[in-house]
C-alpha cells in the first residue's frame, strides 16, 4: 500500500510554470505507475487524465491538451512523481490529483484502474 501526498500548487497567471510534487511512502514505490489527473471547476466528479508515467519512467503519456507544455517525471530514490506545468493556461486550473497503481505494465489512462490517490493541490491560473 502507499500513501500519497501532493504539493507545489498555487495561483500563478497565464504563461507561469509551476511544478507539482507527489511524495509517496509505503514499500515499492518503484513498482507503481503513476500518474496525475485533474478536476476542474464545477466538475468534481471528473477525473481527467493529464500525464502518466511507467515504473521505470522509460514510457510517459500526455493528454492532448498538454503536451508539449507539462513533464511527467520521477525520482524513485526520493519517492516522489512531478509534474512540471509551462505555458500554463487559464483552463488549466483545476485540483490536481496524483494517483498509482500497482502494476509493471503500460500506466493506465483511466481513474477507475488507479488504486491509491492523493488528497489533490489546487492550482489557479488567473489571466
Known amino acids: 500500500q502507499v500513501q500519497l501526498v501532493e504539493s507545489g500548487g498555487g495561483l500563478v497567471q497565464v504563461g507561469d510554470s509551476l511544478t507539482l510534487s507527489c511524495g509517496a511512502s509505503g514499500p515499492e514505490f518503484d513498482r507503481y505507475a503513476m500518474a496525475w489527473f485533474r478536476q476542474a471547476p464545477g466538475k468534481e466528479r471528473e477525473f481527467v487524465f493529464v500525464a502518466s508515467i511507467d515504473w521505470i519512467a522509460a514510457n510517459t503519456y500526455y493528454a492532448d491538451s498538454v503536451k508539449g507544455r507539462f513533464t511527467i517525471s520521477r525520482d524513485n530514490h526520493e519517492n516522489t512523481l512531478y509534474l512540471e506545468m509551462n505555458s500554463l493556461k487559464s483552463e488549466d486550473t483545476a485540483v490536481y490529483y496524483c494517483?498509482?497503481?500497482?502494476?509493471?505494465?503500460?500506466?493506465?489512462?483511466?481513474?477507475?484502474?488507479?488504486?491509491?490517490w492523493g488528497q489533490g493541490t489546487q492550482v489557479t491560473v488567473s489571466s
Open positions: 494517483a498509482a497503481e500497482y502494476t509493471l505494465r503500460h500506466p493506465p489512462f483511466s481513474q477507475n484502474e488507479y488504486t491509491y
